[in-house]
């Protein structure tokens, strides 16, 4: 991408970045803003998508953009809370509801396949192993993805296929998952 289409691609990107987006929650969530500021500031980067994490609960579908999200957090839950929240969710639905934690994930456009290279090292010396470099169209992109993931059937024909104690353990296990991928959000930024 020659220097004035990429300083352009930037700088379209970052006249959007705080208006409401096209995700599903609509802005940049709070635990990766300031790594998202500090990548933009560089010269040869800019980043086009994110998300610092999640645990939700969602409804089964055939593709991708008709799953719907029951529930949705980027913050640690109250276990006894959302237990309760299950039962109710469960009852209202046939479809097979599913108990997720989705890993860190930050697209970074870069300047050339050489900055591209450097920021994927920095992603991999900060504990980042699963990244890589990816293309769309003319723009290398660094995909940068924690490894922390939960996915679990919990409900089925309004009936929860788990017991309140698998509940206990498995959010628990997931709250634990969504304080690593924190951590690890916040050592990607020291690194850069």
Same mark, same amino acid.
């Given at each position: %991408?020659?220097?004035?289409?990429?300083?352009?691609?930037?700088?379209?990107?970052?006249?959007?970045?705080? %208006? $409401?987006?096209?995700?599903?929650?609509? *802005?940049?969530?709070?635990?990766?803003?300031?790594?998202?500021?500090?990548?933009?500031?560089?010269?040869?980067?800019?980043?086009?998508?994110?998300?610092?994490? #999640?645990? %939700?609960?969602?409804?089964?579908?055939?593709?991708?953009?008709?799953?719907?999200?029951?529930?949705?957090?980027?913050?640690?839950?109250?276990?006894?809370?959302?237990? *309760?929240?299950?039962?109710?969710?469960?009852?209202?639905?046939?479809?097979?509801?599913?108990?997720?934690?989705?890993?860190?994930?930050?697209?970074?456009?870069?300047?050339?396949?050489?900055?591209?290279? #450097? %920021?994927?090292?920095?992603?991999?010396?900060?504990?980042?192993? #699963?990244?890589?470099?990816?293309?769309?169209?003319?723009?290398?992109?660094?995909?940068?993805?924690? *490894?922390?993931?939960?996915?679990? $059937?919990? *409900?089925?024909?309004?009936?929860?296929?788990?017991?309140?104690?698998?509940?206990?353990?498995?959010?628990?296990?997931?709250?634990?998952?969504?304080?690593?991928?924190?951590? #690890?959000?916040?050592?990607?930024?020291?690194?850069?």
């Amino acid at each position: %991408m020659s220097q004035d289409k990429f300083n352009q691609s930037k700088k379209t990107h970052l006249e959007k970045l705080y %208006m $409401p987006d096209k995700s599903k929650k609509g *802005s940049v969530d709070k635990y990766i803003v300031n790594l998202i500021d500090k990548i933009n500031k560089l010269d040869d980067y800019f980043t086009t998508s994110s998300c610092s994490g #999640r645990i %939700m609960i969602i409804k089964s579908a055939k593709l991708k953009k008709d799953v719907e999200w029951l529930f949705s957090s980027h913050d640690k839950v109250d276990v006894d809370s959302l237990i *309760s929240e299950i039962h109710s969710i469960a009852k209202e639905n046939s479809e097979t509801l599913w108990l997720k934690v989705e890993s860190f994930i930050l697209h970074v456009a870069c300047r050339d396949v050489g900055s591209a290279q #450097r %920021m994927l090292n920095i992603a991999k010396s900060a504990g980042l192993k #699963r990244s890589g470099i990816i293309s769309f169209g003319s723009k290398a992109v660094v995909e940068i993805i924690s *490894s922390e993931l939960v996915e679990t $059937p919990i *409900s089925k024909d309004k009936k929860l296929l788990v017991s309140d104690d698998y509940l206990e353990f498995v959010l628990n296990e997931c709250n634990s998952k969504l304080e690593k991928i924190h951590l #690890r959000i916040d050592r990607l930024e020291k690194e850069i």
